[in-house]
């Protein structure tokens, strides 16, 4: 059973920066396409951004572009999502997401295993 693990999460000031890592337990991370989102109180869970297994080609919300950069490891089964400049508006949980295969997908319902999601909080 695959399982995603995020890490990385916490309480920073705005302006500064995190990384939050997502660890995935699957075989061949390296067939999967990986994909964060986010999701505040009371809204819908939106995609943040998405990278390709050979992490050749991402995707980006247009809300992050610029201050978010997506990476991954395949040799330690795991993706990162850098973010930059935070905003207090930048204040949700984050998820990472997988699924096999080399297409990009902004779709919530096309990703098949999702992690429990970690927090960011940014004050002001």
């Known amino acids: 059973q695959v399982q995603l693990v995020e890490t990385g999460g916490g309480s920073v000031q705005a302006g500064g920066s995190l990384t939050l890592s997502c660890a995935a337990s699957?075989?061949?991370?390296?067939?999967?396409?990986m994909a964060w989102f986010r999701q505040g109180p009371g809204k819908e869970r939106e995609v943040v951004s998405s990278i390709t297994p050979s992490g050749l080609r991402t995707l980006y919300a247009d809300a992050v572009k610029g201050r978010f950069t997506i990476y991954r490891d395949n040799a330690k089964n795991s993706a990162f999502l850098q973010i930059n400049s935070l905003q207090p508006e930048d204040t949700v949980t984050y998820y990472c997401?997988?699924?096999?295969?080399?297409?990009?997908?902004?779709?919530?319902?096309?990703?098949?295993?999702w992690g429990q999601g970690t927090q960011v909080t940014v004050s002001s």
């Open positions: 699957v075989r061949t991370f390296s067939a999967y396409t």
């Open positions: 997401a997988l699924r096999s295969g080399q297409y990009l997908s902004r779709l919530e319902t096309y990703y098949a295993a």
